[in-house]
């Protein structure tokens, strides 16, 4: 009677065990999963001009713009510069490989926990080839040293875009934070 | 009583020595300039100074001023200055940027034609010495000199670091230079205005060795240019044998076909979207 109920008792321990390690892993899965999504971009473009912006250009600017933002996360996280060639040009695409640069100088890295943009299209030239931007963005930002977490906060940012167009997709041209204007 | 006062006083103490160091950026701060940051606390800590294209990291004494050199902040943008001793502390500022040294200019088509409406466009960003976009309005003025003609003028104010403007294309073709300029700063482009459509499209036939001849007059636009070499014009004949369209570009200003008639013929012209004149030819040849 005593050996039956150690034997369950290890079969139910055994169950937990695998139990938990399936949990674990799907939740790993699900954080890796996050991580490579491409952040939500809402676009506004209602206030543009001159020019107004044509329905399909309107989604490939959410598109790109996201994977933008999605790309820079990595290519901070994992100090790749060749990540920003896909989405960025420019200004925007010196800027962030001194950046890198300089985190793999100083081993300090940037993370971003990007939790969405949304934005606002200020500006569309006559003649379609450029656009800037308002982006509002809801971001977790890490910064660390080595190993260690020396700044963590959840931020609301405002930066401006300028972005223009290339072969088959709209590159960031340049994206400068801006300090929060009050209505 | 007092046991539980002292208890209290001793443990604000240590509170008020275990508070974190502190940095007080000052409330301004601009591109290229450098600045002290003001800290408190005692001992040694490390800064770090994280910008847009700036990451620096140094070690440094509590209770002091840091200095932050020009080159930490070229990028106009957010910093993020991090100060860890026992705990890390940080705080954020923004650098505005510098004065407008750098124009940018975008014209739009390179190639127009002329009298056309609207038809070019030029839009100006304003940048300083780190190519950061001014963001502070600047007034603009944008210049268009003609061929032949007098320069004409318009001031436009930046919004958001970027000016535009519209123009209608000269009567005249030629190159007309677009210019816009800041102060001393100023950037100029040229836009070659070309001839519009054929305008008053005539053509006149000759006897010719193999059949009828027939000849434009000089093809000019509406406003007197020559429409340019190259342009295709159609020639159209109906007769006994049925239509027949030929195409030929203009060649020193005129186009000239040779056409085989049988019996009555009417023969038309047109060149892109305008209709010429029409010729009836009453024999065969």
Same mark, same amino acid.
Request: aromatic share 4%; with cysteine.
């Given at each position: 009677m005593r050996k039956l109920a150690i034997t369950i008792l290890r079969r139910l321990i055994l169950l937990l065990a695998a139990g938990l390690v399936i949990v674990c892993f799907?939740?790993?899965?699900?954080?890796?999963?996050?991580?490579?999504?491409?952040?939500? @971009?809402?676009?506004? !473009?209602?206030?543009?001009?001159?020019?107004?912006?044509?329905?399909?250009?309107?989604?490939?600017?959410?598109?790109?713009y996201a994977n933008s933002w999605k790309t820079m996360a990595e290519a901070l996280d994992k100090n790749r510069v060749d990540l920003l060639d896909g989405y960025f040009t420019g200004f925007a695409k010196d800027k962030l490989t001194q950046l890198i640069a300089q985190q793999k100088q100083t081993?300090?890295?940037?993370?971003?926990?990007?939790?969405?943009?949304?934005?606002?299209?200020?500006?569309?030239?006559?003649?379609?080839?450029? #656009?800037?931007?308002?982006?509002?963005?809801?971001?977790?930002? /890490?910064?660390?040293?080595?190993?260690?977490?020396?700044?963590?906060?959840?931020?609301? #940012?405002?930066?401006? =875009?300028? #972005?223009? !167009?290339?072969?088959?997709?709209?590159? @960031?041209?340049?994206? =400068? +934070? +801006?300090?929060e204007v009050k209505p | 009583m007092r046991t539980w006062l002292t208890s209290l006083l001793v443990f604000s103490l240590c509170v008020a020595f275990a508070q974190a160091a502190e940095l007080r950026p000052p409330a301004q701060v601009t591109a290229g300039t450098p600045f002290p940051i003001a800290s408190n606390g005692t001992g040694e800590g490390t800064f770090y100074l994280i910008g847009p294209a700036q990451i620096s990291k140094r070690k440094v004494n509590l209770g002091g001023e840091i200095s932050v050199q020009g080159d930490e902040v070229e990028q106009a943008g957010m910093y993020t200055a991090i100060l860890c001793a026992d705990q890390c502390t940080s705080v954020h500022f923004y650098v505005r940027p510098a004065q407008t040294s750098r124009l940018s200019l975008l014209v739009h088509p390179s190639r127009v034609p002329v009298a056309a409406s609207n038809a070019i466009s030029a839009v100006a960003f304003v940048f300083d010495r780190f190519h950061n976009l001014v963001l502070t309005p600047q007034k603009v003025d944008f210049k268009v000199v003609p061929p032949g003609g007098a320069a004409i003028s318009q001031s436009k104010t930046t919004a958001n670091g970027t000016a535009w403007i519209r123009l209608t294309s000269a009567r005249k073709g030629g190159p007309a230079k677009v210019g816009a300029s800041i102060g001393?700063?100023?950037?100029?482009? =040229?836009?070659?205005?070309?001839?519009?459509?054929?305008?008053?499209?005539?053509?006149?036939?000759?006897?010719?060795?193999?059949?009828?001849?027939?000849?434009? /007059?000089?093809?000019?636009?509406?406003?007197?240019?020559? @429409?340019?070499?190259? +342009? @295709? =014009?159609?020639? +159209?004949?109906t007769d006994a044998s049925g239509k027949t369209t030929v195409d030929a570009p203009i060649k020193r200003g005129v186009t000239q076909v040779e056409m085989a008639v049988s019996g009555p013929a009417r023969i038309s012209v047109a060149s892109g979207v305008v209709n010429g004149n029409e010729l009836s030819l009453g024999g065969a040849r």
């Open positions: 799907s939740f790993l899965q699900s954080q890796i999963h996050a991580a490579s999504e491409a952040p939500k @971009v809402d676009l506004n !473009p209602d206030n543009v001009g001159p020019r107004a912006i044509e329905e399909l250009t309107s989604k490939t600017i959410a598109r790109d081993g300090v890295r940037i993370r971003y926990d990007d939790r969405g943009h949304k934005l606002d299209a200020l500006f569309y030239s006559p003649s379609g080839d450029a #656009m800037q931007l308002r982006d509002r963005a809801q971001l977790g930002i /890490e910064i660390l040293d080595g190993g260690k977490v020396i700044h963590n906060e959840e931020a609301n #940012m405002q930066y401006l =875009v300028l #972005m223009t !167009p290339g072969a088959d997709r709209w590159l @960031v041209r340049d994206l =400068v +934070t +801006t300090p | 001393d700063l100023a950037e100029m482009r =040229v836009v070659q205005q070309v001839a519009s459509d054929a305008c008053n499209l005539r053509i006149k036939a000759v006897p010719g060795p193999k059949g009828i001849a027939v000849e434009t /007059e000089p093809v000019r636009d509406c406003s007197g240019n020559f @429409v340019p070499d190259g +342009t @295709v =014009v159609s020639f +159209t004949k």
